[in-house]
């Protein structure tokens, strides 16, 4: 079972938190903000598992994770799951969202977070993995957006929310709050991880 | 008015969307908080509006913030009002908010119930999936048990993707709601063999998942899943299924060694690492669970420890961390493999990765040895030097010491090495684990008694030295040493050569900073010590020695008398007093050594951790009692101020007259020992009688320990445990030259000594005589003490409520009316398990519910309980034969397995496996047919005996072992009191036969529904050839009437849903309606079937006579006596009985011969006597007292109807004559 995924940045600003079991607000925060502590205090070339023990459940449960560029992705896991297999799985998510969004970078993740947690919800569903074929979610991502689509141009009355939401508003209001690196610096390549077809031979589509 | 809606839809232009919302928070850096708060106040206003776009949005942002921390419960309606938008771009929105924030507390989600089962009967599919996808993070236990029926249907979708996110999300049903898990479990399992892999994977995951926390349920799924893992090719299922694998093995080994060879060529075979590890990690576990007995398993631990250091050499961090687990999980079972690695673990201590770091320290632990243990502490000496951060450090600490003091202190060859290892780890800044240190000083010096005298100077070094340890910081762990060394130093004074310089060390004034709790052991030890100089002084004469040192404390006690810490000042006031009191008498010139060292006499014997607990309670005592009767209320009043005052008193006296008579100091021992009782570090004295403190120190019992003169017994300085490894190198060296030397002299003499001290060590041991002779007391355990019992498992555990037994058929009470529909599946797949033929629809589950509120109205909740139990005992049987057909056959339609599956082996045991178990069936049935026609007539053969041989049979046919000799029977739970073995019994009987097949069948009431029964027919190919579109056919009476499809007429025939290959056997079950039950009943049938073989096909009939008895109307219902007997009184019941005799068998067997063959349960047994319990499905109370006398058996009946009774009565006549 995965308990919780999570993705933030290298300031520990959380990008997209999902929870398999329920936390209270202040404990996810308490969480993600541990985490962050644990995961960036770790050199690049390290392991990519952790024992995260106390943060949720127990002994029983490993944080997997890795870097791209600016963000962290942190899988919170129990003993169930296979530990290459979800590193693998990970980098399924990324390239997911990578297809999805063209070239990916930490600015996507901030302004459509939503569209994130619907990629995520093709991926893994309660805790268990449910679809680990890049292409099928893909394909099922799409479906689910065209059918929005088709909703926003059936009805005058949502068009003016959902035409924004489809715009990439940050284009033309180049965001300059020094803080993050807005540069569309690329999710990938990130060299090692990239390259590291890593565990699973049989490539995505597994 | 008009305003209004300009001033609203102007609101809605500029409402923010999510963009805007991050953008703000971005842009207000600064008051950020504030800018929130605005936020959420107009997304108040935006849900206040009726458009839902408006709230959709607000909705989305809300999920924004949430993710930041806010609380967004209060929205909880909106979210619902979002969640049942009719379009599906809000839909989803709402549902990902749901998941966000709905939990089991959130009150509304109750509310959601209805808009969940209308989204997943949407004929959009992603309706359908954004509604799964949501429950699954916020089900509840009502939700669950509401749409576990919806889901259930879903799991039969026609679109994979609903499909998988059904299987999926059933894993969460079952959690919440346990009763789903066997009613669904057939179908999740059907979807293992789902055409869609994703289906499949799904499928795998959750019965993995569940397997994981009961694996035993799951081990009839072995086959199949031996089957999965030698067929697929998906990686994610594979691993899955390997893993699941490793939690089945320990439960049986014998699938272990099935397991090890196919899983051995996947090692060498695949190319992905996660494959390649789950590999290695099963067979660990299968090794582990063999242990022994596997002749040539030492080669597949030399290819997992193998494998494993290829993992660890790889410069792969993540595979490199990965072996080092694995290889811990080997080193339990056979170190020796790992140990001839410890090369490469030493070297992983130095990677940079701490991770890695942890885990080869692990490894460390187990792979110490007499040999090298100085070797390996010495490298983690070093990189606890280097180590930077302190919870590294803090491990290494701790391991270090683990790996010392494991099994007894088994590899310390030399304990002044340990004790100057624990010295120099007391130089450690800002440890949390000075306690740790602490304890293992005072453990060593107090069972190691020959160490003593070398602790106590080093503990002397300590508190000499005591600024540098305590200088730092309050905070600071590593004090918690000056504890251990202040004890020591006081407790074994004697020791002791500067014991004035201690002494003083002790009395400094920067002592006071320390901690309450290590002050109060200093206030105590530096009396003993004063106690030990003050009789060292008088002996040698030194009388003003003696004064000085008495002067000396009587100075700088006050200072501890001004401790803010109550221990410290009670003790330090109580001393200072009795010091004076000293002083006085040593001014006087009297000698008072003697009584002040008598003060601190007797030995001090660790005792066990759980002696306590351990002691038997003497016979005849009750704790629990009281000892005098406790005073009343009125009494007690009166007295109580009475008692206080006296007490008072008594002790006001005490304190005017110190005097140190016998009763005071009898009284300060007994203080001191409850002291020491309480005292955590302390070692309690022993409980045994003969260790008083009046008894000197028995010494010459304990065999006194000759210090190698190799070894300096001073170390100057703090002591450097480098040199002990040097030294020790040498000891060995000398050792081996010595004892070759004696071999070559065959002396005996001194080595004789060595021996007697040391039955511990062999000579196989490496060869290495401890430096001491180590006389390591025992921990003291009381006499005769009770056997522990630790192992209590947590009672929450959420996962216990899933240890449910599937192999179980389905109780009635259990089924969901979802199996009804599967027939046309079962037809097209005939190797699926359960192939029933109940047209049902959607009555079923009316009348269940209907059912279950009747039984919920009665309210007599155990009662209820109780019943349902015994029905599902009761329905087992059908399900249990199921699972049996389903082990037993064979796919007809699948091309051999051999030409499926690459690695040859496995699936040759796969093959061979099903066709044992074709053979065992066959078996089974020839005993079945003997049995059928020993009972020329119906003879209602039943039940539990059957299914355990049966489920026995299965497991044996897995491994292989076929023509068993009979399993002793297991005893028939119900009714049965006593143990005694009963022979099998068996439910089914003949129904028809010819050179073609064979039907037998059995016959079971339904108890959703008054008038069916369900008819389970088992038919058997006896033929070489195929038979094909079988169709049962029956001429329905008046009374009884199979249930047919809608639109058939009553002359059409039910096709059986499978096809039957050559020596196959399958079950279908038909139901039957009935109006009238109070009669047997017969109805005459006919199969027709097509038999095909080489030749071409023939069409062909048989005829039979189904015989309904009257206690297949009955179903075996419990009662309690207090209900029985009101039953018995009501007195409308009618009454009949009849006598049989010549019973030869035991009472209880006949009594398991009524239960299951005529479906009663027992309510109470006296003697050779018993009263019994009925109901039929159309709820006639059947009461039954049975006696037994000579050699005969009466049993009075009663009942509702006379004719039934009668009628029942006459069956189980016919039954009992037999016996």
């Not at chain 2, 107090?446 to 070094?461: D, G, H, P, W």
Request: proline letters at 5%; hydrophobic letters at 35%.
């Amino acid at each position: 079972m995965i308990k919780a995924i999570l993705i933030f940045n290298n300031h520990g600003k959380p990008r997209l938190s999902k929870f398999y079991q329920r936390y209270s607000e202040d404990t996810q925060q308490q969480i993600i903000r541990e985490t962050f502590h644990l995961v960036s205090k770790r050199d690049e070339n390290v392991c990519n598992f952790l024992e995260g023990g106390l943060l949720i459940g127990g002994s029983d449960n490993k944080l997997i994770y890795r870097h791209y560029a600016t963000l962290y992705f942190v899988f919170c896991v129990d003993s169930s799951e296979s530990e290459l297999g979800i590193l693998d799985l990970i980098q399924v998510f990324v390239e997911t969202l990578d297809k999805c969004f063209e070239n990916v970078c930490e600015l996507d993740l901030i302004f459509h977070v939503d569209k994130v947690h619907n990629i995520l919800a093709e991926m893994v569903m309660g805790g268990m993995v449910l679809e680990t074929n890049m292409n099928e979610i893909v394909t099922q991502i799409d479906a689910q957006n065209k059918l929005e689509k088709s909703e926003a141009l059936s009805s005058h009355d949502s068009l003016s929310a959902m035409s924004r939401s489809w715009s990439y508003p940050y284009l033309s209001n180049p965001d300059t709050t020094g803080s993050l690196n807005l540069k569309r610096t690329h999710l990938f390549p990130v060299g090692k991880n990239k390259a590291k077809d890593a565990a699973l031979s049989t490539p995505p589509q597994l | 008015m008009a305003l209004k809606m300009v001033k609203g839809s102007i609101d809605r232009m500029f409402d923010k969307n999510l963009q805007d919302l991050v953008r703000g928070i971005r842009n207000h850096k600064e008051d950020e908080a504030k800018y929130i708060s605005q936020c959420i106040d107009e997304i108040k206003q935006e849900l206040k509006q009726d458009n839902i776009a408006v709230k959709a949005n607000a909705v989305c942002k809300l999920t924004y913030l949430q993710m930041l921390g806010y609380d967004i419960s209060w929205a909880a309606f909106n979210i619902i009002e979002v969640m049942s938008a009719s379009k599906f771009t809000f839909k989803r929105i709402g549902y990902l908010a749901a998941s966000q924030c709905f939990h089991e507390g959130t009150d509304v989600i109750m509310l959601t119930t209805n808009q969940i089962r209308k989204d997943l009967s949407s004929p959009n599919q992603y309706d359908t999936g954004v509604a799964l996808t949501g429950l699954s993070c916020f089900v509840t236990p009502d939700l669950a048990r509401d749409l576990a029926n919806d889901i259930m249907t879903l799991m039969s979708h026609t679109k994979p993707y609903i499909r998988k996110k059904a299987v999926l999300i059933m894993y969460k049903v079952f959690l919440k709601y346990p009763e789903s898990l066997r009613p669904a479990f057939p179908r999740l399992k059907e979807k293992l063999e789902d055409p869609d892999p994703g289906v499949q994977s799904a499928a795998v995951n959750v019965i993995c998942e569940l397997a994981r926390r009961n694996p035993k349920n799951y081990l009839s799924l072995a086959p199949l899943f031996f089957k999965l893992m030698t067929s697929s090719t998906n990686n994610w299922v594979l691993i899955k299924i390997i893993k699941l694998f490793g939690a089945l093995t320990p439960l049986e080994p014998r699938l272990g060694k099935k397991l090890i060879e196919p899983l051995t060529n996947l090692i060498h075979s695949t190319s992905a690492m996660s494959l390649l590890y789950e590999c290695v990690n099963t067979v660990i576990a299968v090794l582990i669970s063999l242990s022994s007995g596997m002749p040539n398993h030492s080669a597949s631990i030399q290819l997992c420890v193998q494998k494993l250091r290829i993992l660890i050499e790889d410069s792969d961090q993540n595979l490199k961390y990965l072996g080092l687990l694995a290889m811990s999980k080997i080193l339990k079972t056979h170190p020796k493999s790992v140990q001839s690695h410890k090369d490469l673990i030493l070297q992983c201590l130095d990677d940079k990765d701490e991770s890695i770091r942890l885990r080869a320290l692990d490894l460390l632990y187990g792979m110490v040895s007499k040999k090298n243990l100085m070797e390996i502490v010495k490298k983690l000496m070093i990189h606890v030097d280097k180590a930077e951060g302190t919870t590294y450090r803090d491990e290494l600490l701790t391991k270090i010491i683990d790996i010392c003091s494991q099994s007894n202190y088994q590899y310390i060859t030399n304990f002044e090495w340990y004790i100057s290892i624990l010295v120099e780890l007391t130089r450690l800044e800002g440890t949390r684990h000075g306690h740790l240190i602490a304890a293992q000083m005072l453990d060593v010096a107090i069972r190691v008694k020959a160490i003593r005298k070398f602790a106590v100077s080093q503990m002397a070094m300590l508190l000499d030295n005591a600024h540098l340890i305590a200088s730092n910081t309050q905070r600071n762990g590593i004090c918690e040493v000056l504890y251990a060394a202040a004890w020591i130093c006081g407790e074994f004074s004697e020791h002791l050569e500067e014991a004035n310089q201690t002494l003083e060390a002790m009395l400094r004034p920067k002592v006071t900073t320390l901690p309450g709790h290590i002050q109060a052991v200093y206030v105590q030890n530096m009396v003993k010590l004063y106690a030990s100089i003050l009789q060292q002084k008088e002996q040698a004469g030194e009388k003003e020695a003696a004064q000085e040192i008495t002067q000396l404390m009587i100075e700088r006690l006050p200072q501890f008398v001004q401790s803010a810490d109550l221990e410290v000042q009670e003790r330090a006031s109580c001393i200072l007093q009795l010091i004076k009191y000293i002083q006085k008498l040593q001014v006087k010139e009297v000698p008072v050594a003697e009584e002040v060292i008598a003060l601190f006499a007797g030995e001090l014997n660790p005792v066990a951790p759980k002696a306590q607990k351990k002691v038997p309670v003497p016979e005849g005592l009750d704790l629990d009692a009281w000892i005098n009767e406790p005073p009343s209320d009125s009494e007690s009043e009166d007295e109580k101020p009475k008692t206080i005052f006296h007490e008072e008193e008594q002790r006001h006296s005490r304190h005017r007259q110190p005097e140190i008579d016998e009763e005071e100091l009898a009284r300060r021992r007994e203080a001191r020992k409850q002291e020491q009782a309480n005292n955590p570090f302390y070692i309690k004295s022993s409980p045994s009688p003969q260790k008083r403190y009046q008894d000197t120190p028995g010494v010459e019992h304990i065999p006194v320990v000759q210090i190698d003169l190799s070894v300096p017994l001073k170390v100057p300085g703090m002591p450097m445990s480098d040199q002990y490894v040097k030294l020790e190198e040498e000891r060995r060296h000398k050792q081996k030259l010595e004892k070759d030397k004696k071999k070559k002299k065959q002396k005996k003499e001194k080595r004789g000594k060595h021996h007697r001290h040391n039955s511990l060590h062999t000579e196989s041991e490496e060869d290495i005589a401890p430096a001491h002779h180590v006389d390591i007391i025992t921990e003291e355990m009381p006499e005769n003490a009770l056997p522990s019992d630790e192992d209590d498992k947590d009672p929450n555990d959420p996962y216990k409520a899933l240890d449910i037994d599937l192999d179980k058929p389905l109780a009635d009470s259990e089924k969901l009316p979802v199996q009804r529909h599967r027939n046309v599946e079962t037809l097209k797949s005939p190797d699926s398990e359960v192939p029933l033929v109940e047209k049902k629809s959607k009555k079923p589950k009316k009348k269940e519910k209907k059912h279950k509120d009747k039984e919920r109205d009665k309210g007599k909740k155990k009662e209820k309980e109780k019943k349902v139990v015994e029905e599902e005992e009761e329905e087992e049987e059908k399900k249990g034969e199921d699972l049996d057909f389903w082990l037993s056959t064979a796919p007809p339609t699948a091309p051999t397995p051999q030409a499926q599956s690459e690695p040859g082996t496995g699936t040759a045991v796969v093959a061979e496996s099903q066709e044992v178990k074709k053979e065992e069936r066959e078996e089974q049935d020839e005993e079945e047919e003997d049995e059928g026609k020993k009972s020329s007539k119906h003879k209602k053969k039943k039940h539990k005996k059957e299914k355990e041989e049966k489920s026995k049979d299965k497991k044996k046919s897995k491994k292989k072992s076929h023509h068993s000799e009979e399993e002793p029977p297991v005893s028939v739970q119900n009714g049965t009191l006593e143990d005694e073995p009963l022979p099998p019994m068996s439910s089914y009987r003949l129904l028809a036969e010819n050179p073609y097949i064979k039907m037998t069948y059995d016959i079971q009431g339904n108890l959703q529904n008054d008038s069916q029964v369900t008819v389970s027919v088992i038919f058997e190919n006896k033929s070489t050839s195929f038979l094909k579109s079988m169709e049962l056919n029956v001429l329905d009476s008046l009374n009884t009437k199979m249930l047919r499809p809608e639109g058939s007429s009553v002359h059409d025939g039910i096709p059986v849903p499978f096809q039957l290959p050559p020596g196959i056997s399958n079950e279908a079950q038909f139901v039957f309606t009935l109006q009238s039950i109070v009669m047997a009943q017969k109805l005459k049938g006919t199969l027709s079937f097509i038999v095909k073989n080489d030749e071409g096909s023939t069409h062909e009939k048989l005829d039979f006579k189904l015989h309904f008895s009257c206690a297949s109307y009955l179903i075996t219902t419990p009662c309690y006596s207090d209900a029985f007997a009101k039953l018995l009184e009501s007195g409308d019941l009618h009454m009949s009985s009849i006598k049989v005799d010549g019973i030869s068998i035991s009472f209880q067997h006949l009594l398991a011969k009524i239960c299951f063959h005529h479906h009663f349960s027992v309510v109470e047994r006296v003697d050779s006597c018993a009263s019994m319990y009925s109901r039929s499905i159309q709820g006639h109370h059947v009461c039954l007292l049975v006696k037994k006398g000579e050699n005969s058996v009466s049993i009075d009946g009663k009942c509702n109807d006379s004719t039934l009774l009668s009628n029942l009565l006459d069956e189980m006549k016919e039954t009992l004559s037999k016996c």
